[in-house]
């Protein structure tokens, strides 16, 4: 393993997602295994900008493997879009005798990460972390799992009261341009219809799928809609629409929000912000340099950075091809 890298700094950038912290407690222990110096920025570059920056332990870490959200928090930052800033934030890290960078985040966060490591030469290594599953070259994110496990078990008890009241309930989910967790958690939780960004269906086929559920007996239905899917202007004028066509039923909306973001990462979020964390620390003592640590039939990788955001992820033609056979 190469010998350059001495003193590393790990961050959470953008959007929480549960399981970050497992992956910075993999990040700090792996740095410590191999005898090097372990730094914490707190909230993302917005910190990194500020100098909010603390040297860890093992110990700094110890606890935190089942908590949601993330220990270092996390920010948008405007500044760090301008070359000052990111001066800024390079010299906060040579003041701190930091060698290399770990990013655990999403997209903007990625693509944030390579500006500023082609900028300043600076060696960089990110660790995909967004509910939204949208990063390519992995199969899966930190904090998908998670994600799709709260809104599966949001729709299951929708179901009892839709049951109960014959009523027909709209339930989005986030995902603005991708439908995973849509897909997933409306095929997990049995859905009637599965609305998605990468399926433009438009209303006509979901009231057409909704008559025939109706036919076929079912007294009550479930929909699940990605934030991304544009039906409708948003999920409550399809529901008024829907509502208008079809007067057999009482239509209701659920929107879960931010709920998807919380709560105690599962065991495969917490597997994998572990493994990738590990990954991530080893790949720069390698001497790896703009890469991402990624999940890939069943094995940890390392793949370019440029791979991570430059190619477009949704939702794979065959679970796309299988959600009108579940949900007929």
């Given amino acids: 393993m190469s010998k350059g890298i001495q003193n590393i700094a790990v961050m959470t950038s953008g959007g929480d997602a549960p399981g970050m912290n497992p ?9 410590v295994y191999y005898n090097k110096e372990i730094f914490g ?22 606890n935190i493997i089942n908590r949601g959200g993330t220990i270092l928090k996390t920010a948008r930052s405007e500044e760090f879009r301008s070359v000052e ?73 929708i179901r009892d009261t839709a049951s109960s009241h014959n009523r027909l309930f709209f ?15 409306g095929i997990a939780g049995g859905a009637e219809d599965i609305l998605i960004p990468e399926k433009d269906r438009g209303v006509d086929s979901l009231l057409q799928a909704l ?54 990462p599962s065991v495969f979020d917490r597997v994998l912000g572990s493994r990738l964390g590990v990954a991530a620390v080893e790949a720069l003592l390698d001497g790896q340099r703009n890469v991402v640590t990624g999940f890939r039939n069943n094995n940890v990788i390392v793949y370019p950075l440029e791979e991570a955001i430059t190619e477009q992820k949704g939702v794979s033609k065959e679970l796309i091809r299988i959600i009108p056979i579940l949900t007929t």
């Fill in 85 to 157: 800033g990111r001066k800024k934030a390079y010299e906060n890290l040579i003041k701190n005798n930091i060698d290399a960078l770990v990013v655990i985040g999403g997209d903007g966060s990625f693509r944030g990460m390579k500006i500023f490591a082609e900028e300043f030469d600076f060696p960089v290594v990110g660790i995909p972390a967004t509910i939204d599953n949208d990063i390519s070259g992995t199969d899966y994110t930190i904090g998908f799992d998670t994600a799709a496990n709260t809104a599966m078990e949001a729709i299951d008890k």
């Fill in 23 to 31: 992956a910075i407690r993999a990040v700090v222990r792996a740095s």
């Fill in 41 to 62: 920025i707190y909230r993302g570059y917005e910190g990194l900008i500020e100098g909010d920056i603390e040297r860890f332990t093992a110990r700094k870490v110890s």
């Fill in 211 to 264: 008559k025939r559920s109706k036919r076929s007996g079912k007294t009550s239905s479930i929909v699940v809609v990605a934030e991304g899917e544009k039906s409708g202007k948003n999920v409550f004028e399809l529901a008024r629409y829907v509502e208008q066509n079809l007067h057999d039923y009482e239509a209701r909306v659920v929107i879960i929000g931010h709920i998807q973001r919380g709560g105690c």
């Fill in 171 to 185: 339930i989005e989910v986030m995902g603005r341009d991708a439908g995973f967790l849509a897909a997933y958690s």
